[in-house]
């Protein structure tokens, strides 16, 4: 469900930048998840918005294709493009991999 708010908000603050973000948890074989994010390219919404459905279909539209995108990628394997911005604790497979090599 993708509702208007988002557009009525940026309407009353007047020009405003959106940008679109998806986010990923995914396992990949491992006890603790991969958090994957992607961010789009930002829109700029004017107050001479012509139509808050239209406007929100088409911000549902762009979101929609960032979240496939971003399936596509990680499911596909297809992660060399990401930075890795953190690091948590190694899940016990990986420990143990560690130890026994």
């Known amino acids: 469900i993708f509702y208007s708010g ?15 973000a998806a986010l990923r948890y995914e396992f990949q074989m491992e006890q603790r998840p991969e958090v994957f994010i992607t961010l789009g390219m930002p829109d700029t919404l004017d107050q001479e918005l012509s139509g808050t459905k239209d406007y929100t279909g088409y911000l549902l539209e762009k979101l929609t294709a960032e979240l ?28 143990f991999d560690k130890i026994a090599e």
């Open 6 to 20: 988002i557009t009525k908000l940026a309407e009353k603050t007047g020009r405003v930048n959106l940008l679109p």
């Open 68 to 95: 496939d995108m971003l399936q596509r990628d990680v499911t596909g394997k297809n992660t060399n493009g990401f930075e890795v911005i953190f690091h948590g604790k190694d899940s016990r497979n990986k420990t």
